[in-house]
Nanobody
Framework: VQLQASGGGLVQAGDSLRLSCVAS????????VGWFRQAPGKEREFVGS????????FYADSMKDRFTIGKDHARDMVTLQMNNLQPGDTAVYYC????????????WGQGTQVTVSS
């Protein structure tokens, strides 16, 4: 499984941004796709996830009010819609995929930079 994340950029506080994660290769058997982010000097943080079927979106508590994860079945793509972005959202955002077992995310994209200016 190969994952390609895109859509990052430089935005101002209050703006919205939509990230995309396209899966290619052997996608049969993917159980879920998750989004993570890592800010400079901080540990990687879980943002949210969605099943490969497009059901059961799940979010970290601090993300669920402003972030929405969706699935485009026609393009094997998972999206992360981010609204009302704040400087604290500045990070490299990664998408990752996992199979049903093991439950760890084994496949990672290269990350896309999101920078929010105040």
């Amino acid at each position: 499984v190969q994952l390609q994340a895109s859509g990052g950029g430089l935005v101002q506080a209050g703006d919205s941004l939509r990230l995309s994660c396209v899966a290619s290769g052997v996608t049969v058997g993917i159980y879920a796709v998750g989004w993570f982010r890592q800010a400079p000097g901080k540990e990687r943080e879980f943002v949210g996830s969605i099943s490969w079927s497009g059901r059961n979106p799940f979010y970290a508590d601090s993300m669920k009010d402003r972030f929405t994860i969706g699935k485009d079945h026609a393009r094997d793509m998972v999206t992360l819609q981010m609204n009302n972005l704040q400087p604290g959202d500045t990070a490299v955002y990664y998408c990752a995929a996992r199979r049903n077992k093991p439950t760890t995310y084994a496949f990672w994209g290269q990350g896309t930079q999101v920078t929010v200016s105040s």
